[in-house]
């Protein structure tokens, strides 16, 4: 990947084939082999040691087990309007994703992604500067309150893997999508 230069990210979400990606504040599944690519595609690619951002709405920061938040090994950022939300110290907040994108070039972060959640994803995707998705997509239905927004044909399919099937049981696959208009 090209390291940013202004204020381009990338979108990275598992959904299920209603776009929906969450129910009461968590995930619906549970798919080790997407938990691995998160991990994977966020932190890789670091720049004379300069970290990744990793842009969150408060919901997904607070659906985080403490034990696993911050994510390591990468800048993370929380959005939230709460000027008195409090976080550990290598936390960062933001008001706005501009703000949050500010932030992170300033600090040189090479990559710039948006993962999560429903309204994190909301904003992002108005942004001409919201060039690729990471989608992984998951062939099944589950039960949730929260949904990837339908991007339309504001993006087109670049790359997909194969099929593959989880230790867990669930169908999966991985895809990449840039931005057309
Ligand atoms: N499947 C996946 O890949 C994936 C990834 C991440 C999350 N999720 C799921 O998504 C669900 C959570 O999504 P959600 O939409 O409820 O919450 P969210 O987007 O994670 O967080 C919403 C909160 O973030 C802040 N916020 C969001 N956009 C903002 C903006 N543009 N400017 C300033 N603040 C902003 C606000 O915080 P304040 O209220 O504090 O102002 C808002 O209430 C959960 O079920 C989670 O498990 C799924």
Redesign the pocket.
């Known amino acids: 990947m090209t390291p940013v230069t202004d204020h381009s990210f990338s979108i990275?979400?598992?959904?299920d084939g209603n776009r929906?990606?969450?129910?009461?504040?968590?995930?619906?599944?549970h798919l080790p082999e997407?938990m691995a690519f998160?991990k994977r595609i966020t932190t890789d690619g670091s720049v004379n040691g300069q970290q990744n951002a990793v842009v969150?709405?408060?919901?997904?920061?607070?659906?985080i087990p403490d034990a696993f938040r911050p994510l390591p090994n990468r800048r993370n950022i929380?959005?939230?309007?709460?000027p008195a939300?409090q976080v550990p110290d290598a936390v960062v907040t933001?008001?706005?994703?501009d703000s949050?994108l500010a932030w992170a070039v300033q600090h040189r972060c090479p990559h710039i992604f948006i993962?999560?959640?429903?309204?994190?994803?909301?904003?992002?995707l108005q942004y001409p500067a919201c060039h690729k998705l990471f989608i992984?997509e998951i062939d099944d239905l589950f039960d949730?309150?929260?949904f990837?927004p339908d991007f339309g044909t504001r993006f087109h399919r670049v790359s997909d893997s194969e099929w593959a099937v989880s230790k867990t049981g669930l169908r999966y696959r991985f895809t990449e999508w840039i931005r057309s208009t």
């Open positions: 990275v979400v598992a959904m929906g990606i969450g129910i009461q504040n968590q995930l619906a599944w997407d998160f969150m709405g408060r919901a997904t920061f607070e659906s929380v959005l939230t309007r709460n939300y933001a008001a706005s994703l949050a993962i999560g959640g429903a309204q994190a994803y909301n904003t992002a992984t949730c309150d929260a990837f």
